[in-house]
C-alpha cells in the first residue's frame, strides 16, 4: 500500500524522477555486469569512484564536504557545528552484493535536502549526510569500521594492522588511497557534532512485506557477532597420502559446518559459515589450513553465546580426532541495540501526523545506526524488500516505495530541523557490531 500523501500528484512525479536519476548515475560503479552484483570495497578504485560520486552530488547541491579522520565523509547543509541533525549510511557492499543495502540510504538523504530546500525550509540547526565507510567489513573483516572507529569501539592501532585477502593492511589501504592513517581513532568532536542520528535502510526481511506498510520504524538490533575459526593441519599429495596418515583440516570443518545448522535449530538462532579460506587450495592438495569465519543472530544474546561454546567444543573435538589444531577467536559482538525510544517516538509521531503509517519492527542485521546507538540518540526508517533477499544481487526495492521513504525520511527530518532536539538520553560504552 502506498503512503497516504497530502501534496500534489506532481509533486511526487518530480521526486520519482528525481529518485530515478541519482539512483541511475550510481547504479553502474563497481556493478558487475554478468551476475548483477556490487564488489564495492572499502579504499580501492570503485570505493574512490563512490566516494567522488558522493562529493560531485553533494557539490551539486551547494554543500559543504568534510572528510574526517577515519575517512568518513560528511556534506553538510548549513555551518558544521555542534548538535547537528545527521542522516546518511554507507555506498560498500558484500562480494556481489545488492544496489540497495546502504546506497538507498545516502541517496534518500540527498533527495531529502533538495525536497526540504524546495520548500523552503529555514533550518534552525546544521544538517550533514554522512558516507560511512567499510560498514560491510567485506575487505578487512571488520564490520562498521568507520563508525567503529569514530566512536572509539575498536582499537585504532589493531584495525590499521587488519589485512584483506591480499595482505594489504588497511593503513597501507588508506595511504595508498590519499588518507593519513594515523589520524584514525576516536573522534570526540565528530561525535559531539551528531545531536541525532536518523538512517534510512532497505528492510533486510520481510516484516514490511506481510504488512500492507511501505515504510517501517526500527526498534532494536538483535544480538549478533563473528567468530574465525582456524584449523592447521598438515599439506600433503592428495595421491600419495594413505587416508591414515592424513591430518585434513578440511575435514573437522566439514562437521563443525553440520554442526552449526543443527545448533542454531536448537537455539531458534541462525548460523554461517559465510567466508572460508583454503590453503594451499589445490584441487590434488590436502589442505594445510582451513580459516573459517562463523556468523551468528538470534534473539538471545546469552543463547548466541552457549550456541558458539557448544560448537567449538564440537570442532574442538573433530579436530582432535583428525590430528588438526583448532583455534577459535572472537572478532566481534554485540548485545542487543535498543534504538533511543524517545526518538523513536518522535519519528512515529511525526510520521502519523503526516498520515503515514509506519510500524515498528526489529532487524536481525547490523548497522552502523548501532555503533552510533551507544553515544548518541539515534533511530532508523526501513523501506519494504518486496522479497526479503539482500546481501545478493536480487536485492530489491520498488522505485515507488523508495520514494514512500524518502518523503517519511523529508518529514522526520523538517520535523528534527525545525524543533527542539531534547531527547538525549544516557548513553554507555561503544558497542561492537557485526554486519
Known amino acids: 500500500m502506498a503512503l497516504a500523501r497530502s501534496g500534489a500528484t506532481v509533486e511526487r512525479d518530480r521526486l520519482r524522477a528525481s529518485f530515478d ?20 570495497f572499502s579504499w580501492t578504485g570503485v570505493d574512490l569512484g563512490l566516494r567522488e560520486w558522493f562529493v560531485a552530488e553533494a557539490t551539486r547541491r551547494g554543500l559543504e564536504v568534510e572528510v574526517d579522520r577515519n575517512g568518513n565523509q560528511w556534506a553538510w547543509w548549513g555551518a558544521p557545528a555542534d548538535g547537528a541533525v545527521v542522516t546518511g ?21 540527498l533527495l531529502a535536502v533538495d525536497a526540504l530546500r524546495a520548500s523552503g525550509l529555514a533550518p534552525e540547526r546544521p544538517l550533514a549526510v554522512v558516507n560511512f565507510v567499510e560498514e ?47 589520524h584514525v581513532g576516536l573522534d570526540e568532536a565528530a561525535l559531539a557534532r ?11 526481511g520481510v516484516h514490511l512485506t506481510l504488512g500492507e506498510e511501505s515504510v517501517g520504524v526500527a526498534s532494536a538490533i538483535l544480538p549478533h557477532g563473528r567468530w574465525h575459526f582456524c584449523f ?32 542454531a535449530d536448537e537455539a ?25 569465519w562463523l556468523d551468528a543472530r538470534g534473539a538471545d ?13 564440537v570442532a574442538e573435538e573433530a579436530a582432535a580426532g583428525h590430528g588438526v589444531r583448532l583455534t577459535v577467536t572472537n572478532d566481534s559482538f554485540t548485545p542487543v541495540v535498543e534504538f533511543d525510544a524517545s526518538l523513536s517516538d518522535r519519528l512515529r509521531s511525526s510520521l502519523g501526523a503526516a498520515s503515514i503509517a509506519a510500524p ?38 520498488d522505485a515507488s516505495d523508495c520514494v514512500d521513504g524518502v518523503e517519511a525520511l523529508t518529514v522526520v527530518l523538517r520535523d528534527l530541523l525545525t524543533e527542539s532536539l531534547e531527547v538525549v538520553s544516557d548513553r554507555g560504552v561503544p558497542a561492537e557490531a557485526a554486519r
Open 21 to 40: 536519476g541519482v539512483w541511475g548515475d550510481l547504479a553502474g560503479v563497481g556493478r558487475d555486469p554478468r551476475s548483477g552484483g556490487y564488489d564495492r
Open 89 to 109: 549510511s554507507h555506498l560498500d557492499s558484500v562480494p556481489g552484493g545488492g544496489a540497495f543495502d546502504g546506497p538507498l540510504g545516502v541517496v534518500s538523504a
Open 136 to 182: 560491510e567489513g567485506a575487505r578487512f573483516g571488520l564490520a562498521c569500521l568507520g563508525s567503529r572507529l569514530m566512536t572509539g569501539a575498536v582499537d585504532a592501532g589493531h584495525a590499521l594492522s587488519l589485512t584483506d585477502d591480499d595482505g594489504t593492511s588497511l593503513a597501507d589501504a588508506m595511504s595508498a588511497a590519499g588518507h593519513a592513517p594515523e
Open 194 to 204: 551528531i545531536g541525532v542520528f536518523v538512517e534510512l535502510h532497505v528492510e533486510q
Open 232 to 263: 592447521e593441519g598438515e599439506g600433503n599429495h592428495a595421491g600419495t597420502t594413505r587416508l591414515v596418515d592424513r591430518h585434513d583440516p578440511m575435514l573437522p570443518f566439514a562437521e563443525a559446518v553440520g554442526a552449526a545448522r543443527r545448533l
Open 268 to 292: 531458534q538462532a541462525v548460523t554461517t559459515f559465510g567466508r572460508v579460506r583454503v590453503d594451499p587450495n589445490g584441487t590434488n592438495a590436502i589442505p594445510s589450513r582451513v580459516d573459517a
Open 301 to 313: 544474546e546469552v543463547g548466541i553465546v552457549r550456541l558458539v561454546d557448544d560448537l567449538r567444543r
Open 360 to 397: 515498528t519492527l526489529p532487524t536481525a542485521a547490523g548497522h552502523d545506526a548501532g555503533i552510533l546507538a551507544a553515544r548518541v540518540p539515534t533511530a532508523m526508517l526501513f523501506v519494504r524488500n518486496p522479497t526479503g533477499i539482500s546481501h545478493s544481487p536480487h536485492e530489491h526495492a
